[in-house]
Nanobody, 128 residues
């Protein structure tokens, strides 16, 4: 089925920006819908964005809408999560989750729940 791996996390000051990557190996990422979610230890997972493969529609949770943007780089077989205007509440481990069925339409920001193909996550810390 192939694998995905997140990268790009790190320490950033409030108000700063960061770009996370979700890179795929052994399959063509653009054919599959993708979800991003995050988790703080001891708290529930939060779905933050989905990218629907058939038409490229994107969906965002209210908590990140207007600040986060998902995009694809087909040549690099990678999806990005561009995060801006970061606040301490964005501190979490961020994961991408990828559908195993190609060209399935998703809606809403919580599609990750249905996707088993996930990476190990990347830690984002927003702090001064």
């Amino acid at each position: 089925q192939g694998q995905v791996a997140e990268s790009g996390g790190g320490l950033v000051q409030p108000g700063g920006s960061l770009r996370l990557s979700c890179a795929a190996s052994e399959f063509t990422l653009e054919l599959y819908s993708i979800g991003w979610f995050r988790q703080v230890p001891g708290k529930e997972r939060e779905g933050i964005s989905c990218l629907s493969s058939p038409d490229g529609s994107t969906y965002y949770a209210d908590s990140v809408k207007g600040r986060f943007t998902v995009s694809r780089d087909k040549a690099k077989n990678t999806v990005y999560l561009q995060m801006s205007s970061l606040v301490p509440e964005d501190t979490a481990v961020y994961y991408c989750a990828v559908d195993t069925q190609p060209l399935q339409t998703v809606r809403g920001a919580h599609c990750y729940q249905f996707f088993e193909r996930r990476g190990q996550g990347t830690l984002v810390t927003v702090s001064s």
